[in-house]
Each structure stands twice: as C-alpha cells, then as structure tokens.
C-alpha cells in the first residue's frame, strides 16, 4: 500500500519518455543555482542593501527569463510551486533548526511576550486581513470570494517571514528584540498554518459564537497535541541515545538517529493531522536540551552545523523557486485582461498586512510594557523595528496560497489566478522592497557604536541566514533567579515571582527526574580522551 | 523546459487523489524501519553472525511481509525498485564518501594492485559470467537470450559489494588487505557500472575485432574524462572556498558549497553519460586532499562525519528497499510455472560468481606477487579473503538488473522475469549466507590475538557501514619515500624505483603548484582560536 506510492512517486519521472534526461538536467540546473546564490550572497554580504533571499530570488527571476525566452514563452508553467515539496521536504529543516538552536534561556524569559505577538498578535493581524479582505474585494469585481476564500487569504497573510530583520539585527547587542522578533517569527509561523488548517477542516456555511468556539478549540487542541508530540519524540530520541550508546558511542549512529528522529516527529505530526510545524519546532528543543548532550563531542559539532546547513539551503532553495515560479504565465495570462484591477487587489492586499500588523504591535507592546519597569519597556523605535521585522511575506504564504488556490489544479479561473497573481507580487514586493530598506532601517532606528567594526571585523563564527539566538544549547539557565529588576511595580513583582516559581519548580523536577532518565548538560559520563567543552566553544 | 519536469515530478505524487495521504504514510515507514535497523544493528553489533546489512534486508522482508499480508495478497507490485531513486540518491553520498574517507597513502601506495583487482580482474569475472550465461543459460529453456543481455548478465554480476567483510576486517592489523578489499570495491563498482552503460550504448549486432577495440576504447574514454571532471569539480571546489572565503569563514556556507559541489559533479558527469561513480570518487578524493582543509575546524568536523553518515543512512535504505522488493509477487508469479527452473538458473549464475571471482584472484594475485618481497606477498589466506569478499553482490546488481530487464516496464515476460527473480535470489543467498560465513571464516583466516579485545573494548570511535580506511585526510604521506623493503629483486627496484620517481615528482608539484593555489594541509593560515589538529584527531 504504503510503498506502492513511493514507488509511484518515483518512478512517474522514468515512465514519461525523455524525463529521466530533464530531471538529471533540472537538478544540475538547480544545484548550480543553489551554489551561485551562495557564492554571491557571499560576496554581497557587506553590501548595505542585499540580503541571500532577495540575492535568490534576483536570481531566480533572471534563471525564469532565460528560460522563457529559450523556450520562445511556449512553456506556460515553467515551475510549479509544489506545496508538497515545500512542506515534506524544504520546511522541516528550517523550523527544527530554528528550534534547535534558540537560546532557551531568552525565548523562555520573554515566553509571554513572544506567545502575545506570535499567537495572539496574528489572530488580529488574521481577523482584520480577512475582514478587510471581505470588505474590500468583493468591490473590484473580480467575482464573489468565499468566506472560505477571504479567511484563508487572511491566515495566508498573517504568516511574516523575518528573515531578512533577523540578518540585520545583532542578538548581542539588543537580545530582547532579538529573541522577540525571532520568537514571534517561529509561533507565528506555527499559528498561521494551522489557523489555516483549521479553515480547511472546518463548516463554514453560518458563523455564530459557536463556530467560533469550535474554531478556538480546534486551535488549542492541535496546538497541545503538536507540542506533545514533538516533546515525546525528542525524549524518545533522548531515552534512546542514553541508554543504548551509553559509554559506547558510535557517531554515525548518533547523528543519524537524531536526524530520522526529528524528521519522523514531523512526519507522524503530518499524518495525525497536526501542526508538524509545531511538532518539529519543539522535537529541536527538547533535542537541544536533552539529546545533544548524551551524544559525543564530534556528533555535537556536526549535528549542529549540519541543521544549521540543511536549513540554509532550505532557505535559498525556497527563494529561488519563487523566483522562477514569479514568471510562470499562464497565471499572469489570466489576469492580463484586467491590470488595473491586479494591482487594486494587490495593493489592498499590502495595505491590509501594514495595518494588520499595527494593529496588534503597538496596542501589544502598550500592554506588555504595563508589567515592565521603565528599563524594560518596549520603546517607541524597537516598536516601529517589530513591526517593520513582520512585514514581509514569504515563502509559507506562496505555500499556503497554493494550496488555497490551485486546489482543482489550475489557475484558469479568474478568481484564483488573480488571488496568487497578488500573493507574488505582494512575497515579491514585500521581501524586495522592505527587504531592501531593513537595514537601512534599523541602523536609523537602533544606533549602536560597535555596528560598524561589528560589521568589517573578521569573524570566524558562522553567519547563517537562519541561526537567529543561536545559542550551544548550553546556555546557563542560573542566572535567572537573579534578574536586577529595579523598583518593581506591585503587578509586576506578582507576575515575575510566578515566572521565577514555575521556572524554579521546573528546575527541580528536570533536575531530579527529567535528566537522570533523559540525560542532559551534566548527566552524561565524562568520556575519556574527548575534547572539553571548552574546545567546542572554541571551535564554534 | 528543466522545470517543467523538475515540476511535473514533484507535483505528480498530488495530482493522484489520495496519494498525498500515502506518500506521508510510506514516508513515515520507512523512517521508522530506517532508525529500527540503526537501533538492532547497534544492539546486534558484536553479535558473531551478524551485520547491519542483513539487519536491514531481514527486517525488510519482515515488513514486506506484514504490507502483503495486510493488503490479502492483492498488491502485485508492492515496491519497485527505482534505479532512478538509488543512481541519483542514495549512490552518491556512497561513493563520495568512498572517496572523501579512503586513506589515500594507502590507497595510491597499493594503486596498481587495486587497479589490477578492480579493473582488470572485474574485466576477466565480467568475460567468465558472459559466456557461461550464453553457454548455459541457453539450455535451460527460458527462451532464447541475446548476446546484449548475457553481456549484461556478466557486468550485473561483476558488481562486488564488500561492506559486509570490510566491517569485519581490521584496517590496523591487516592495512594491507584493507586497503585492497576497499579500493577494489570502489574500481570495482566503477568499472563494472562503466562495462554495463558501455554495452547499452553499443551496436552489438556483430562482434569481431573492431568491435572489442571500440568498446575498450568507449571504457577508456569514460574513464579518464569521468576522472578529469571528478578532480576538476574537486580542484574548483578548494579554489572557490580559498579564494573566497580567506580568512573570514562562514562554516554554514562552506558545509554548503561542499555538499552541492560534490553532488553537482555526479550529476554533470550523469548528464553527459560519463560514469558518475568515478567523478565523484575522485572528486571525494580531491576535496579531502584540498577543500577539506580550506574550511574552518568545525567544518571539518561536521563534513567528515555529515558524509559517513549519508553514506551510511543510504547503505541502510537500500538494503532494506531490496528486502521488501523481493516479495514483488508480479515476478514470481511468473516465474511460479516453473520454480525448478528458477532454482537452476540462480544455481548457475551463483556458480559463475564464485568461478569469475576465483578465475582473477588467484592468478592475479601470482602476478601480484612476483613483484613483491617475501613478506610482502599475498599468501594463500589473504588470497581466500580476497577471493571471499567479493563474493557478495548488492544493490548495485540489483540496479543494473532491473534497468536491463523491466525497460518496458513490466515484468511479464518470462524471461525477463526470470532474470530478475534471478539477481533477488543470488543478492540474498549471496548476502545472507556468505555474509553470515564472513566472520567466522575471518577470524579463522587471520587469527589475531588482539581481534577479541578490539571488539569488547570500548572504543569512542565512529564504526561506520562504510568508513574503510578511514583517514582524517590528513596521513602523511613522508613516510612513502623511506619503504622497509629487503633485499629487493632487480624488477621490483624497478618498480618500486618509478613509483618513488612518480611519488616524488608528484609532491613537488603538489608543494610548488598546486598547494598555493588550491590550499591543502600546511596551506592555510592559522585562525587564532580555532583548537589545535591535535584535539581533531582527539575528537574524531
């Protein structure tokens, strides 16, 4: 059953007569892609305005007009986005990476404001995107949306992509924002998709109090299930290594268990129904936490580099492909009759995602602040900077529009060609244009001294696209107990006590139960003749 | 044109109804079986009888089992096995990391007797197997065989796979034999995938002469310009990453730029018909020489140990996809008729790998001999491991089987069916109960003191499917010059002599040209803080 789609999934390729010499053709056109991207990301990285994704995307585009013009323009879909390659193969290594290398120290510390931004501030973002959506679009005559329709269009753009912010700032010198911006992008990312899923599973036909109660514990159901999930599987991960390798460590083994481990967590996720992104994101934490530590020094390193790597190429692999698939004309053949419409539709469209996301940052950051002392407040700059660090819009919405749109196929109906038509130009604006001024940006809102020798020193730490809060997963989690919190307010103190107590009751029972069984920093033998973790830091 | 395949190949798996769905379940499959194999072949490691192979292939037939029992017997083709799936997946990493993990003082010292085995020797086993077939074959009644498909026959059954004695062989006791099993394996599947695809693309209508001529011709032809291309994908590859990323590293990038450079040179070499197991061997063998120490410490590391472990993972796949292809009912069904006959063309074929092996290793190894020093000759033992480790056939056989014998895509005929109902029977016996033998008749051939203790010891070294002669890339090679070798003949001196001259001339080019321009080990500025070599090797 199961491996009569495998194989028919891969032999499909051969039965066709001449595609086994186009595949072997596209790969290699595809890898040497890959590499250019990274070589000239590479060299522009100094460069003010660029970043890797708008490098790939450039790339992608000038890779889709060659071909079109080889092909004579015969060749209507040059590339199809496939929301299945994109989420079997490309988004899994991105959000455990992300998970794995999160400085959990930071992302727990601001857990509440990530969860408010993340989870709370799209569900606004998503209500007015979709509302406004369903206001304004159905007055440009371009045939009656669905309320399915306009929901979805809401959670496809709800979803940021804060990639490029995220290059720019420097988690040194503002760790708050840092963590805050890179937090939100995760659980946003995670609330999207399945606010998304729940639309698709869900009878729509009358919206009263009760729909939308199911609606929000449709939502707390997977968002539980998922981070169980994934909490199991890294354990699971965790109970293995330590209790069978223990004392004899073969790293291959190692390494490869982990890797079949986090990518089965989202696969089962996938296959219960479940948010696998969610699922995936904490299999990295607990990982981090557990795992990595009960395998050898070596397996440590390379597991590491290794996510941080497949990530990366996820990253530019996905730019590149909306590139190329900007320029694919069947699409824009549809909606070539009307042009002034398309570009209503899309700039309703940017409009509603800039008020959308102020529509939850500031009131947000207004009440975050009412817990926080005057040092910690969220000024008005570092507001304006979590804002702008949402705004665009990437590859998940490409996803999540395809698969909202094309669903019978084809994008002949006006309607749905006009949907993705906007869905590109919105991801390409939005990443080129915002993308650009980003760094420019940030250096206005956040002046900092040590930017620029920061910026031409030669460093020899890993630049990653994707290793925001990258942390060895060792992070001290001790000096939580003592933050210098001045004059604390009488709301405030309550909140941070509780924080500290759970936090303090959480490191009791890890220590006492959770790492004897799971393993952890300091629960693992030291092993003779290997490196001490100082090297590792050396080396990292 | 390229996307519309790349494109049309992934988005197939969709556009059947439910195939979603299945593809998530199969993939879930089999990376459960992927880390239960890892997981059994860890706990059965020190087992006498066992290896990771027979591991994956037993727990494959399980399965296969369980999916046919389930199903009522209904599914005919359960799995098929994909030479696409295996020639653009899961061979590369193998061979590159053949390549990227071989010792290569060892390697290049033995040079002419590995080429011996593995070329010439799998010339005179693909020439026994031949004839014998046509010879034999014929007479059993399973209709009339062509001249293409008995050539085809002969380079089917000349692929070697030596990975069940190479996990039992000890590269510090014996380096010798190590080297010389491993090398000829590697030549080996070069030569005989080179032999296959040489055939194919040849008019065989009539043999004579000329016709012998061309095709020695055809191979030599693929096999210097799949070299060139290795080792200038290789040289590129040290260039790109010295130039560019001197003295400021980006570890992420340079993993990168590593990985999809050594894949890009398989799938050039794919797409202009050369024989991409050699391009990618020598360019494994040029980057480790050059790239690999171009990068910082932890790229080192993670590279080193990213390779052995794709290696490995693929090694496991493929012999767990043979185990459930062999309960393909389709295929036997039409052989059912008559199972006497099955039996005895197995019978022959098995028969004919053990004659071909036996008809080069022990002339060869005379041959071998005669230019060496008494206690540098191959002796009757070593012979017998020789001849036994090449024994066993693998996914190769199987790959090239089912490319000469379903390209119309089914299996109905009789013969064709046969013929692959044929290469399951003898990979399995082969695998199986050789590979069950392969300890036991080891240590009884080399009987080492010290094999015991290496066994129970705990050792914190990565023992990987496939890491023979597993060097760091950095051996020296100064000791080359000063051989202990005693009274040597006068055609040895010679030989030994010109080898010297050609060693000695090669490291000057190396030192003078090549090392300042493609860096290397010794040409490469030291990074301040990055750990020593000697807490790699500590680490590794």
Chains 1, 2 share one sequence.
Not at 266 to 277: G, H, K, N, R, V
């Amino acid at each position: 059953m199961s491996g009569l789609v495998l194989s028919s999934f891969f032999s499909r390729a051969q039965s066709l007569n001449s595609s086994d010499y186009y595949s072997v053709v596209s790969i290699n056109l595809f890898v040497t892609l890959l590499c250019a991207c990274i070589v000239i990301g590479h060299l522009l990285e100094e460069n003010r305005w660029m970043n890797e994704s708008i490098t790939a995307i450039a790339i992608g585009l000038c890779t889709g007009t060659v071909i079109l013009l080889t092909t004579g323009g015969k060749h209507s879909r040059l590339l199809v986005f496939s929301e299945d390659l994109f989420f079997i193969y490309l988004l899994p290594p991105i959000i455990f990476n992300a998970g794995f290398q999160v400085k959990k120290k930071q992302f727990f510390r601001n857990f509440m404001t990530i969860m408010l931004f993340g989870a709370a501030g799209t569900l606004v973002s998503f209500i007015i995107i979709a509302s406004g959506a369903s206001q304004l679009l159905n007055k440009m005559g371009i045939g009656a949306l669905e309320i399915r329709d306009c929901l979805a269009l809401g959670a496809i753009f709800s979803a940021t992509d804060s990639v490029c912010t995220l290059q720019v700032l420097n988690q040194d010198e503002t760790p708050f924002l840092y963590s805050v911006v890179f937090g939100e992008g995760v659980v946003n990312d995670a609330t999207s998709v399945v606010l998304f899923n729940a639309i698709q599973n869900f009878d729509l036909t009358n919206i009263n109090f009760v729909t939308v109660l199911q609606l929000f514990l449709n939502f707390s159901y997977l968002f539980i299930v998922s981070t169980i999930l994934g909490v199991v599987a890294g354990l699971l991960s965790a109970y293995i290594i330590k209790k069978l390798y223990f004392g004899r460590h073969s790293t291959d083994r190692e390494i490869a268990v982990m890797i079949l481990m986090a990518y089965l967590s989202y696969m089962l996720s996938e296959l219960f129904d479940l948010s696998a992104i969610l699922t995936v994101f904490f299999c990295g934490i607990v990982m981090s936490h557990y795992t990595w530590h009960n395998v050898t020094e070596s397996s440590r390193i390379t597991t590491k580099h290794v996510f941080a790597t497949l990530s990366f190429i996820s990253e530019i692999f996905i730019f590149l492909y909306v590139g190329m698939d900007a320029l694919d004309i069947e699409k824009w053949n549809a909606v070539k009759s009307s042009p002034g419409k398309s570009v209503g539709v899309s700039s309703i469209l940017l409009g509603l995602v800039l008020l959308g996301r102020a529509a939850f940052v500031f009131p947000l950051s207004f009440l975050s602040n009412l817990k926080k002392s005057e040092s910690e407040k969220i000024n008005l700059n570092q507001q304006v900077t979590i804002w702008w660090a949402g705004l665009m819009r990437g590859a998940v919405s490409m996803a999540l529009a395809y698969k909202q749109f094309t669903l019978s196929g084809h994008t002949q109906q006006q309607k749905n060609a006009m949907m993705i038509t906007s869905t590109i130009t919105v991801v390409l604006f939005s990443t080129v244009v915002f993308g650009f001024l980003t760094k420019p940006l940030i250096r206005f809102m956040l002046p900092s001294p040590k930017h620029l020798t920061r910026m031409l020193s030669a460093d020899s730490s890993p630049k990653s696209l994707q290793n925001p809060l990258l942390g060895n997963g060792v992070d001290s989690e001790a000096d939580l107990g003592s933050p210098n919190v001045p004059r604390p307010t009488s709301l405030r103190m309550l909140l941070t006590n509780s924080t500290h107590t759970v936090h303090h009751y959480w490191r009791r029972f890890d220590d006492s139960f959770m790492r004897p069984v799971f393993g952890g920093r300091g629960f693992v033998p030291f092993v003779p003749g290997s490196p001490t973790e100082h090297s590792v830091h050396q080396s990292t």
